[in-house]
């Protein structure tokens, strides 16, 4: 199993910035790629970034590209997700999840951490 721990959300205004981080722990060595989501009040969730773990090759939503960047530091196991130029629409309950080798889907999901951006 993989345990995901998501911190740093918060309380900030639009066009403010915030990084979150996602510590991994656990059977690490079974993530191929790890990716943040996004679930908004009355929304599904979305897909916001994703990282292959060991070769870092990024994928973004068309609604985050150019305002945020995945990274990932695989050596303390600690996924990240800078964001910048945050809007009220990127208000939501941000979560983690790995990926497997092998697998199409994120099976591991972190407990999310609230991001809240005020106009």
């Known amino acids: 199993q993989v345990q995901l721990v998501e911190s740093g959300g918060g309380l900030v205004q639009a066009g403010d910035s915030l990084r979150l981080s996602c510590a991994a722990s656990?059977?690490?060595?079974?993530?191929?790629?790890m990716g943040w989501f996004r679930q908004a009040p009355g929304l599904e969730r979305e897909f916001v970034a994703s990282v292959t773990w060991f070769s870092g090759r990024t994928s973004y939503a068309d609604s985050v590209k150019g305002r945020f960047t995945i990274s990932r530091d695989y050596v303390k196991n600690t996924l990240y997700l800078q964001m910048h130029s945050l809007k009220p629409d990127d208000t939501a309950v941000y979560y983690c999840a790995r990926r497997a080798s092998g697998s199409t889907d994120y099976d591991y999901w972190g407990q999310g951490t609230q991001v809240t951006v005020s106009s």
């Open positions: 656990g059977r690490t060595y079974t993530i191929d790629s």
